[in-house]
């Protein structure tokens, strides 16, 4: 089984700042991906980004990256630049290689003031 | 392509009413799932299916029943409402296990049961 842990459950970032959102996870997979989503407050799931565990460089997509530290078992998701819009909850997951079902960490709630 | 889509978007239920929650998508999918998304606690699996004709039970099945006699569709039933269903609830479909093949969300039901 997998566990997902966010521990930041909500946080406070000025507008044009950096933000970096922890995640750490457990799993006795070899082969894993990690999963950031952005949920805003209209409700809907936004998929971000993806690392997988073999991937030698880091992802980025856009202003957000993920710092993958696979001996660490964490997976942080970075958003630069912070935007007004950036104003939502995050959600890391992650599902073995050779499976579908993804678990989920409980969020964090990003608020980004002007 | 709409994606996945969801009906109802709002349902209110009275305790021990049965209903279904439907969910459909057009991007010829294999894998579909439920989650249901309750405060605090990020989303949890309730039932997936990994093609037409065969489903299985997530990490909180009970009270819930499903089954996908064609590829498109997967609705979601309850059989004898409880507060303790009150929640939003996702489906989810993504093309196959393939490496950082990320889960499509449709835009969430919100269900009270009363």
């Known amino acids: 089984a997998q566990k997902i842990t966010q521990t930041q459950p909500g946080m406070f970032v000025q507008e044009k700042e950096a933000v970096t959102l922890d995640c750490t996870y457990d799993?006795?997979?070899?082969?894993?991906?990690l999963f950031w989503y952005k949920q805003p407050s209209s409700g809907e799931m936004i998929f971000l980004i993806y690392?997988?565990?073999?991937?030698?460089q880091n992802a980025t997509e856009g202003r957000y990256s993920l710092n993958f530290q696979k001996a660490r078992k964490s997976a942080n998701l970075v958003i630069s630049a912070s935007q007004l819009g950036d104003s939502a909850m995050y959600f890391c997951?992650?599902?073995?290689?050779?499976?579908?079902?993804?678990?989920f960490g409980a969020g964090t709630t990003v608020t980004v003031r002007a | 392509n709409a994606g996945v889509t969801q009906t109802p978007k709002f349902q209110v239920l009275k305790t021990g009413q049965s209903m279904t929650l439907q969910c459909a998508q057009d991007?010829?999918?294999?894998?579909m799932s439920w989650y249901r998304q309750d405060p605090g606690m990020g989303l949890r699996l309730i039932h997936y299916?990994?093609?037409?004709?065969?489903?299985d039970q997530g990490e909180v099945p009970n009270g819930y029943n499903v089954s996908r006699s064609t590829t498109e569709d997967f609705p979601l039933r309850l059989l004898s409402a409880a507060p303790s269903q009150t929640s939003v609830y996702f489906c989810?479909?993504?093309?196959?296990?393939?490496?950082?093949?990320?889960?499509?969300f449709g835009p969430g039901t919100r269900l009270t049961v009363l």
């Open positions: 690392q997988g565990s073999y991937d030698q």
């Open positions: 299916s990994v093609g037409a004709g065969i489903t």
């Open positions: 997951a992650m599902r073995p290689t050779n499976d579908y079902k993804l678990s």
């Open positions: 799993t006795s997979d070899p082969s894993y991906g």
């Open positions: 991007m010829n999918h294999e894998y």
């Open positions: 989810a479909s993504s093309p196959d296990r393939a490496s950082g093949n990320e889960q499509f």
